[in-house]
C-alpha cells in the first residue's frame, strides 16, 4: 500500500468511501499555482540555509516550471487517490525529479503549507476584488455627479418623507463602499501573514529562515505563533464577514433598483442587457441582475456562519475539521468578485427618469416640514409649528391639493393659527417648492447640490 504518502505505517487501504470522504483536491487544486508558489520559497530557504543543495532546489525549479505549464494546459492529471493539491504536486515532482522532490518538504508540514497556500490565495483575490469596488464605487460617483441636482422623493417607511436629490441618493452608497473598501484593506493587512515554518504545530527543528521566506512571498511579516499559525481561519472568516457586508449594501441597492423599476413607480430603467423576459408573459422585463445579487446575499451570509461554526470549539492546534473552510471561503469570494464586476458596469448605465422622480416628490407633501421650519423662524415653537402644518395637511388631503396649491388665505386658515395666522406670508410659497426645500439643506451631509458636488470631489480625490 504505496499510494499515499503516509500509508507506510497502515496494514490495509483506506475504505474507498473515505477515500473520497477525505479527499480535498477537487476544490483546492485551484490553489495550484500558489501552492508551487510558496514551495518555491520555503526550497530556496533551504538552499540559502543549506539544508539542501543548489542541484536539488535547480531540479525543484525545473521541475515545478513543468507542473506549472501542465496544470495551465489543462493536462495534469489529478488524482483522487492523492488526497489533496499539496500531495498531487509533490508526487508529480519526484516522478519528474526524483529524489529532489522528496527533499522538499523538509522542515514543512501540509498543516503550515496549506495555511500559507489560503493566504497567498486569498491576498489575490482580495485584491481583485477591491479593484472592482474601485470600479463599482467610480461608476456611482459618476452617475451622482449627472444627478447632483435631479430631485426626487426620499423615503423613510418607504413613504415620501422629503425632497432630496437622486445624486444624494446614489453618495449615500458610495459612502457606504468607501467603508467596505477600509474594511477590506484592513483585513488583508492580517491576511498577509506567513505561517510556513510552524510545520505540524510546534516548529521546526532546521536552521529556517522564516524572514527570508516572507520577504521572497510579499508577507508583512511572520505568524508568530506556530501554533495559531497552522489552525486558526480568523483571517479567512474576516473576509466572509466583509464579504457579507459589501453584498449587504449590494443588496439594498439591488431591492431599491426593484422598486424604482417597478412599473409602478418607474423612477428608473435598466439597459436590457441586465435584464430577462418571462417565458409566458410577453410584456415583462425583469431585473434579474438586481434580484439574483439580493438571493446571492443569503448564501454569502451562510458561507460566514459556515466558517464561524467550523471553528468554533476547535481544539489547538490543527485539526481536519479546517479542509471545509476552502469551499465557503472560494465561494464567498468568486460571489462578490462576480457581483461587484456585474454592478460596476450596470450601475452608469441605469436611466433615470427624473420627470417621474419630481411628479413623486410633488406628491405626499413632501415639503411639510419646510413650512414647519419656516414657522419656527418666524417665531412660533417647533411642537407648535409641527401641529398647525399638520392640520393644513389634512385639510389638503381632504381636498385632494397639495400645500403650493392652496391661495395664501387659504393656507393661513388650514394652519389654524388664530391670531398668529399672519406669522405665513407670501414668501412661505418659496419653502414649499422643492427647489427651496433641498438648496436649504446646505451642510456637510445635506442633500443641497452644492454639498453632493462638494462630496463627490472629495471621494474622487480620495481614490486617487
Ligand atoms: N487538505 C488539508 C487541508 O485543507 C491539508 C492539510 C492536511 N494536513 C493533515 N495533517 N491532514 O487542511
Known amino acids: ?40 520559497a520555503h526550497a530556496e530557504m533551504l538552499t540559502a540555509q543549506k539544508i539542501i543543495s543548489a542541484e536539488d532546489f535547480a531540479a525543484i525549479q525545473k521541475g515545478m ?12 492529471v489529478w488524482e483522487l487517490a492523492l488526497e489533496d493539491v499539496h500531495l498531487n504536486i509533490e508526487a508529480r515532482l519526484t516522478k519528474l525529479i526524483g529524489d529532489a522532490g522528496k527533499r522538499l518538504h523538509t522542515g514543512r508540514s501540509r498543516n503550515d503549507q496549506v495555511a500559507t497556500d489560503i493566504r497567498l490565495w486569498l491576498r489575490g483575490a482580495i485584491d481583485e476584488i477591491q479593484a472592482e469596488l474601485t470600479a ?33 441618493h446614489v453618495m449615500a452608497y458610495a459612502e457606504m463602499f468607501a467603508r ?10 492580517r491576511v498577509n501573514r506567513l505561517p510556513l515554518g510552524a510545520a505540524a504545530l510546534a516548529g521546526t527543528s532546521y536552521p529556517i529562515d522564516r524572514e527570508r521566506v516572507a520577504k521572497t512571498l510579499g508577507f508583512d511579516g511572520v505568524c ?19 464579504a457579507s457586508l459589501v453584498m449587504t449594501h449590494i443588496s439594498r441597492l439591488s431591492e431599491e433598483l426593484i ?25 415583462k422585463k425583469n ?25 468554533k470549539g476547535q481544539p489547538l492546534a490543527y485539526n481536519k475539521d479546517n479542509q471545509e473552510d476552502k469551499e465557503p471561503l472560494f465561494d464567498s469570494a468568486d460571489t462578490l468578485r462576480d457581483t461587484l464586476r456585474i454592478f460596476a458596469d450596470m450601475v452608469p448605465h441605469i436611466q433615470v427618469k427624473a420627470d417621474v422622480m419630481r411628479a413623486a416628490a410633488l406628491q405626499g407633501f413632501a415639503t411639510a416640514t419646510d413650512l414647519a421650519d419656516y414657522l419656527v423662524k418666524k417665531g412660533l415653537a417647533f411642537r407648535d409649528a409641527h401641529e398647525a402644518v399638520a392640520h393644513a395637511v389634512k385639510a389638503c388631503s381632504n381636498k385632494g391639493c397639495d400645500l403650493a396649491d392652496l391661495s395664501l388665505a387659504d393656507l393661513r386658515a388650514a394652519c389654524d393659527l388664530g391670531d398668529k395666522a399672519d406669522l405665513i406670508g407670501e414668501d412661505a410659497f418659496k419653502v414649499l417648492t422643492l427647489e427651496g426645500s433641498i438648496n436649504s439643506r446646505n451642510h456637510v451631509g445635506g442633500t443641497a447640490p452644492e454639498q453632493v458636488k462638494k462630496a463627490i470631489a472629495a471621494y474622487r480625490k480620495n481614490m486617487k
Open 65 to 76: 516550471a513543468e507542473i506549472r505549464s501542465e496544470i495551465e494546459a489543462g493536462s495534469f
Open 287 to 311: 431585473p434579474d441582475v438586481p434580484e439574483l445579487a439580493r438571493g446571492k446575499t443569503g448564501r454569502v451570509n451562510g458561507n460566514l456562519i459556515s466558517l464561524l461554526t467550523l471553528m
Open 1 to 40: 500500500n504505496k499510494d499515499q504518502a503516509w500509508s507506510a505505517r497502515f496494514a490495509e487501504p483506506v475504505a474507498e468511501l473515505v477515500q473520497r470522504y477525505t479527499a480535498s483536491v477537487d476544490f483546492d487544486k485551484r490553489m495550484a499555482l500558489v501552492d508551487i508558489q510558496g514551495s518555491l
Open 224 to 242: 508568530q505563533n506556530s501554533l495559531d499559525a497552522v489552525s486558526d481561519r480568523d483571517f479567512a472568516i474576516e473576509f466572509c464577514a466583509t
Open 136 to 168: 463599482l464605487r467610480s461608476g456611482l460617483l459618476g452617475l451622482a455627479e449627472k444627478h447632483a441636482e435631479t430631485i426626487m422623493p426620499g423615503f423613510t417607511h418607504l413613504q415620501v418623507a422629503q425632497p432630496i436629490t437622486f445624486g444624494h
Open 259 to 283: 422598486i424604482w423599476m417597478s412599473p409602478r413607480v418607474g423612477f428608473v430603467d435598466l439597459p436590457d442587457r441586465f435584464c430577462t423576459g418571462s417565458s409566458i408573459m410577453p410584456q
Open 180 to 189: 467596505d473598501a477600509e474594511r477590506l484593506a484592513d483585513c488583508r493587512k
